[in-house]
């Protein structure tokens, strides 16, 4: 019934120079996502990454175990040293982010472009 | 508006992960038809999802034997929902998720279901059934919202 959740990564280099990892994720994102979320952040190569960027734009559905494995990324992110910021997220799950915290820990952007501009 | 007052819709959901979302189309049309803006209609979504998948997965532990109910009435200012399963209910309230203490570990990353209900309508209550069967959860969210 859950749509499943695809993942690509793309390496990008913002307008300051800085090269960004993104994480695009599509489809669901719920309990079942575990690989397609962690999995995929944690086949990265987490010594050259400095700069995360989630790309939400193609997911519609997030329930509370989807963002508990966010949360479990930033996790992992944070002992790594790195910044985690994220973008596309519908206004709602903009809010819900918001009222679990997430916020203090990944800054939210519209798009890739305002995200990209800001790293 | 008239047409959908005091109506009720029943849904029956299998006790399988991925049906909230089924809830939670119909509960969507039902709120859209009493003319609940666009973003009531998405906290409606979410709450209803997270109460049914509560049901599914510690009301009915994953047995599929066991459905999950959904009652949504459809009131004059307001829209009820009642997601009904054959557990033994659930505490009444859950504190707000603290993001320090998940991120140093400290604090299970999950269990923000109940936290993100609250948040979301306008009232919710959990009600245990007797003999540990048909406990419920009862969310409102009203058209107006703030009007008391």
């Known amino acids: 019934m859950q749509s499943e959740t695809k993942s690509h990564v793309d390496q990008l280099t913002s307008p300051a120079g800085h090269p960004v990892t993104v994480l695009r994720f599509e489809g669901d994102i719920a309990s079942t996502s575990k690989d397609a979320v962690l999995g995929a952040y944690q086949a990265l190569p987490k010594s050259a990454i400095k700069l995360v960027l989630l790309d939400f734009t193609k997911v519609d559905y997030i329930n509370s175990s989807g963002i508990a494995l966010v949360i479990q990324l930033l996790m992992e992110a944070t002992n790594a040293g790195q910044k985690v910021y994220a973008f596309g997220l519908s206004p709602h799950f903009t809010k819900v982010f918001t009222m679990v915290g997430i916020t203090k820990y990944a800054g939210l952007f519209p798009s890739q472009a305002e995200a990209m501009a800001a790293l | ?148």
């Not at chain 2, 809830?23 to 969507?28: E, K």
Request: hydrophobic fraction near 40%.
């Open chain 2, 1 to 148: 508006m008239s047409e959908v007052k005091s109506t009720t819709v029943e849904v029956r959901l299998p006790s399988r992960m991925g049906f909230e979302k089924v809830a939670m189309s119909t509960a969507s049309a039902v709120a859209k038809l009493m003319g609940f803006p666009e973003d009531r209609v998405e906290d409606l979504k979410t709450a209803v999802a997270e109460a049914c998948i509560n049901a599914i997965e510690h009301g009915n532990r994953l047995n599929e034997k066991l459905s999950v109910g959904v009652v949504l009435s459809a009131l004059e200012d307001s829209l009820e929902v009642k997601v009904i399963d054959d557990g033994k209910g659930m505490s009444k309230h859950q504190a707000k998720p603290d993001i320090d203490r998940k991120m140093h570990g400290e604090e299970d990353p999950r269990g923000m279901g109940m936290f993100l209900i609250q948040a979301l309508v306008d009232e919710a209550e959990w009600v245990a059934g007797s003999g540990g069967k048909s406990s419920y959860v009862r969310l409102v969210i009203r058209l107006d919202k703030d009007a008391e």
